[in-house]
T-cell receptor, first 114, second 112 residues
Framework: DAGVTQSPTHLIKTRGQHVTLRCSPISGHKSVSWYQQVLGQGPQFIFQYYEKEERGRGNFPDRFSARQFPNYSSELNVNALLLGDSALYLC?????????????FGDGTRLSIL | DQQVKQNSPSLSVQEGRISILNCDYTNSMFDYFLWYKKYPAEGPTFLISISSIKDKNEDGRFTVFLNKSAKHLSLHIVPSQPGDSAVYFCAARVQGAQKLVFGQGTRLTINP
């Protein structure tokens, strides 16, 4: 079975540009979450979507937005990119909104801002 | 405000011995705890979890212990193998939410 897939794997942008990252969850998973991981730290929660609705938002500026599609795939959008947005962006999927089931992660998109 | 802390950035253990990774938390509303392993250039891989109503969960070589009174979590790996060399993250979930709060990670190195 395919795991969580993310695209692209790497991306280089310049300050002020915008970016769209994509995620396909494990088949049957309806919940998708996004995390940002900077070097030397653990992942930080950005958003969670369940059944196409936003169910949680972390402490990130409004430049960050996301959505979930009817097939449960998801996009993370970041506008007006800053140097500090350089990070590994991870997508995780799980079965339900609040079940004791683990989140499973993709391999991430490495975003570099020049 | 670091709600989940892994105070050891690195740990070195001899192959075959026990590896013990520790994690402390401050939020009493956490109800589910997880350990993930991460290799370079890969996403975190789920290892084992424990609900706050339990104090121990075992899966093969991996055992997680939860001490709620001390707000302390530990992962035991027995016996340690070279393939266990990776960065280990503990994570906690707030009751009623799906958001995971992660520690900073501990780099485990298994020496032959």
């Amino acid at each position: 079975d395919a795991g969580v897939t993310q695209s692209p794997t790497h991306l280089i942008k310049t300050r002020g540009q915008h970016v769209t990252l994509r995620c396909s969850p494990i088949s049957g998973h309806k919940s998708v979450s996004w995390y940002q991981q900077v070097l030397g730290q653990g992942p930080q929660f950005i958003f969670q979507y369940y059944e196409k609705e936003e169910r949680g938002r972390g402490n990130f500026p409004d430049r960050f937005s996301a959505r979930q599609f009817p097939n449960y795939s998801s996009e993370l959008n970041v506008n007006a990119l800053l140097l500090g947005d350089s990070a590994l962006y991870l997508c995780a999927s799980s079965t339900g909104s609040n079940s004791n089931q683990p989140q499973h992660f993709g391999d991430g998109t490495r975003l570099s801002i020049l | 405000d670091q709600q989940v802390k892994q105070n050891s950035p690195s740990l070195s253990v001899q192959e075959g011995r026990i590896s013990i990774l520790n994690c402390d938390y401050t939020n009493s509303m956490f109800d589910y705890f997880l350990w993930y392993k991460k290799y370079p250039a890969e996403g975190p891989t789920f290892l084992i979890s424990i609900s706050s109503i339990k104090d121990k969960n075992e899966d093969g070589r991996f055992t997680v212990f939860l001490n709620k009174s001390a707000k302390h979590l530990s992962l035991h790996i027995v016996p340690s193998q070279p393939g266990d060399s990776a960065v280990y993250f503990c994570a906690a979930r707030v009751q009623g939410a799906q958001k995971l709060v992660f520690g900073q990670g501990t780099r485990l190195t298994i020496n032959p």
